[in-house]
């Protein structure tokens, strides 16, 4: 299987998600159950790392308005290294996919909650992905190397089917860890998604964090 990594970039803006409201950047607060993606503002680029995966830098985001557990020993960006670890069957069925987050500092740390995660295209439209409520919040307590995963439901769509069905394309996928500022971005080379980022009830949508097996 081939892995898709991430890169370092700045937070954006708030926007709504499931059903009520939640920010993009992202907290350790409940989600309800449908919602509305919004276009907040560019994220600045990072260096890479040398492994394919990256890490965070200082950022002049919007703080997060959520609570945490565990606060002082939670995980920040510069401690993560994000990842899409497997590749869907083709098609454009809704697929799901694990994005991954990989404690590697030297020391244990706490994820409790969202990520706040955002599709971006080249052509600039940003798209805050709406947050679903299937998984139940708990703090998750990370050893150096340990994984911890959010589940991405997303629906593909296929351009050239006739429908006219609209279409978002992304490029990345920006990720920030609970309660954090700055972001992680990894490449999205899945292919184009059903344009639904002002629809009430979208196919796309991310799960809160839990251990990865």
């Not at 081939?2 to 708030?14: E, F, M, N, T």
């Not at 994820?111 to 798209?127: H, M, V």
């Not at 292919?191 to 629809?199: E, H, R, W, Y």
Request: aromatic share 4%; glycine share 10%.
């Amino acid at each position: 299987m081939r892995q898709l990594s991430g890169v370092v970039r700045h937070g954006w803006a708030a926007g709504p998600v499931l059903l009520l409201v939640a920010v993009l950047s992202s907290c350790s607060g409940s989600a309800s159950s449908a919602g509305t993606g919004t276009r907040p503002s560019v994220a600045s680029a990072g260096a890479a790392a040398s492994t394919g995966e990256q890490t965070g830098t200082a950022s002049t985001a919007r703080p997060s308005t959520g609570t945490t557990a565990a606060a002082a020993s939670r995980c920040t960006t510069a401690d993560l290294r994000a990842s899409i670890p497997e590749t869907p069957t083709p098609g454009t069925s809704q697929k799901r996919i694990h994005v991954t987050f990989r404690n590697r500092s030297s020391a244990q740390c706490t994820l409790y909650g969202y990520p706040g995660a955002q599709f971006r295209s080249a052509t600039g439209d940003r798209w805050d992905l709406a947050r679903s409520p299937s998984v139940t919040l708990r703090p998750i307590n990370l050893a150096p190397g340990a994984q911890a995963h959010a589940t991405l439901t997303y629906l593909p769509t296929d351009p050239s089917d006739g429908t006219g069905n609209p279409v978002f394309s992304p490029t990345d996928l920006v990720l920030i860890p609970p309660d954090e500022q700055t972001s992680l971005i990894i490449p999205w080379t899945l292919g184009p998604v059903l344009g639904q980022d002002a629809a009430t009830h979208p196919g796309t949508y991310i799960s809160a964090l839990e251990p990865r097996s």
